[in-house]
């Protein structure tokens, strides 16, 4: 059995280390680096100590004519040398990996020198995992777990190999989280699953892989992102990944930006993604998708390219159910294109969830036209947070319903930047709570309007020019949905100049034919001029 480090005497260990120290300044290492790369190697220094130990118990050594003056740490450089890796064990496992991985990576590396080791690892650390992170690296972790969630094709040996990449990092203490943690422990995984990168050229490669990318619009800063998301990039010959990045052109985004494709989806870059983006194209023209809703969506779901058609078809047919085909379909497409990418079963948990509000499937698939994100949502999280929180202001269970099925966009506002915003602007104007519930309750819509926009001026205009109390837009809350400028001023002047007075309603409600007919006796009201300081 041997013996652990831990049982090595002090003595041991500083022989040992120096011992280290010299064999790696013997291959050009700097005497400073060289004694901290020894202080990192225990397991490599335990090795070569066992290693003395084993032949010491053998006699070996006193067989050995040329070695029966070799104090200890002369035999600690003897075994290194048997080693034949030349220093690089140690080095590799002052890096973080283990010796059991450092001597697997040894393997690739015959032909480098120490110092060129160094080099290479010097600056591809430089390259991937900066000083200071790049703020976007939060972006690639989350692209990453979206990529790993919604891919349903099959897929080529760079991408599996990516895959379990990803797989192995996820798995460990921290996650895919450590890719961006600017710790060694990143490098060490990349390293074992792509030992391939270390026999890569700095200069004749790396480099201009890096001015490659940045010659078609990718920021140093976001270069590193695209390769930690597809390492077997920087693995591929250069005239490859030209050839590559020149099919994106046949997948026909909006304006172009082919380089924000490949920053948000690296992986459009690996054959899979890209015969699958033809099979997509086809099926969603059979779909009767209109092509800029395609481009609109997969450029604000790259995601899209990694899910099969027979994925696709499976939202689709979830659609077709509630009578969103065709025009409603575009819409859909065009408004929420995420939805492409949800699972049926949690999509159906959000039409069980109008159901159990007594919501027929034609009225689930009109919401569903009219505000698709709504179904992209969580229930529990947002969902059913609106319904508590409406139930809480005093719109009663008996009328939510009925609120929801005139503004579902409700279900998807920011309760606290919104709708509360919202409801304290008229509680300061003197309309109290119960007001604003049935201010809601008969007009839906009423607090999706924005305080600076709508409300405020409109108020504003009622109070200092109309001259009427707050109170009447609480009967009459339809008030905020009349375009200043275009109706209230104008029929208000008129009627101001005809000394009419009448309910907001009346005002309001009727349209310019029955409007003209009722207060202006004859003809059209925009026939009738308006004063000169409020003309539109």
């Excluded at 010659?215 to 140093?220: A, E, H, L, M, T």
């Excluded at 052109?249 to 380089?259: C, P, R, S």
């Excluded at 309760?415 to 201010?439: C, H, P, V």
């Amino acid at each position: 059995m041997r013996e652990p480090l831990s049982s090595l005497s002090e003595w041991e260990l500083q022989e040992g280390r120096i011992a280290v120290s010299t064999f790696l300044q013997q291959f050009g290492v700097s005497e400073e680096e060289s004694l901290s790369i020894a202080s990192k190697s225990p397991s490599y220094l335990n090795m070569l100590v066992e290693g003395v130990k084993d032949l010491e118990q053998l006699s070996m050594w006193d067989s050995n004519s040329n070695s029966g003056d070799f104090n200890f740490r002369d035999k600690l450089l003897h075994i290194a040398a048997q080693k034949g890796d030349n220093g690089k064990l140690a080095y590799l496992e002052s890096l973080g990996f283990t010796l059991y991985s450092s001597m697997n990576i040894a393997r690739y590396l015959s032909t480098d020198t120490l110092p060129s080791l160094i080099h290479k690892v010097t600056s591809i650390k430089q390259l991937l995992f900066p000083p200071t992170p790049s703020d976007s690296h939060e972006l690639l972790i989350k692209s990453i777990r979206r990529m790993m969630r919604y891919l349903s094709i099959s897929i080529d040996e760079d991408l599996q190999h990516t895959l379990s990449f990803f797989e192995k990092v996820e798995a460990r203490r921290g996650g895919l989280n450590i890719l961006v943690s600017n710790d060694d422990a990143a490098f060490c995984y990349l390293i074992e699953s792509f030992p391939r990168l270390l026999l890569l050229s700095v200069d004749n490669h790396v480099t201009r892989v890096v001015n490659f990318f940045e010659n078609i619009g990718i920021p140093r800063n976001r270069i590193p992102n695209i390769i930690l998301g597809f390492p077997p990039i920087l693995l591929w010959n250069l005239q490859v990944l030209k050839t590559r990045v020149l099919a994106l052109k046949e997948i026909d985004i909006v304006d172009k930006d082919y380089a924000r494709l490949m920053l948000t989806y690296p992986w459009v870059l690996s054959t899979s993604i890209q015969e699958n983006y033809e099979e997509v194209l086809e099926f969603l023209y059979t779909e009767k998708v209109p092509m800029t809703w395609i481009d609109h969506a997969i450029k604000s779901q790259p995601h899209l390219l990694g899910c099969s058609p027979s994925t696709l078809k499976l939202m689709l047919d979830q659609f077709a159910e509630l009578g969103v085909q065709g025009k409603k379909l575009d819409q859909v497409i065009a408004k929420s294109p995420q939805l492409l990418l949800r699972k049926p079963r949690d999509f159906l948990q959000v039409v069980l969830f109008f159901e159990n509000m007594d919501f027929d499937k034609e009225t689930i698939g009109r919401i569903l036209a009219r505000c698709p994100e709504i179904f992209a949502a969580s229930i529990s999280k947002t969902l059913q947070r609106k319904i508590e929180f409406l139930s809480g202001v005093g719109v009663s269970k008996t009328y939510l319903p009925v609120v929801i099925r005139k503004y579902p966009e409700l279900l998807v506002s920011d309760i606290d930047k919104t709708l509360l915003q919202r409801i304290m602007y008229l509680m300061n104007l003197g309309i109290s709570e119960k007001e604003i519930a049935f201010m809601v309750r008969t007009f839906s819509p009423l607090l999706g309007y924005s305080i600076e926009e709508v409300l405020r001026p409109k108020i504003e205009f009622l109070v200092n020019s109309m001259e009427r109390p707050v109170r009447d837009v609480v009967d009459y809350p339809r008030y905020f949905s009349y375009s200043l400028e275009k109706k209230i001023k104008p029929r208000y002047w008129v009627l101001k100049g005809r000394n009419i007075e009448c309910s907001l309603k009346d005002m309001l409600g009727k349209n310019d034919e029955e409007f003209a007919a009722e207060y202006m006796g004859v003809g059209r009201m925009h026939d009738c001029p308006l004063p000169s300081h409020d003309r539109l």
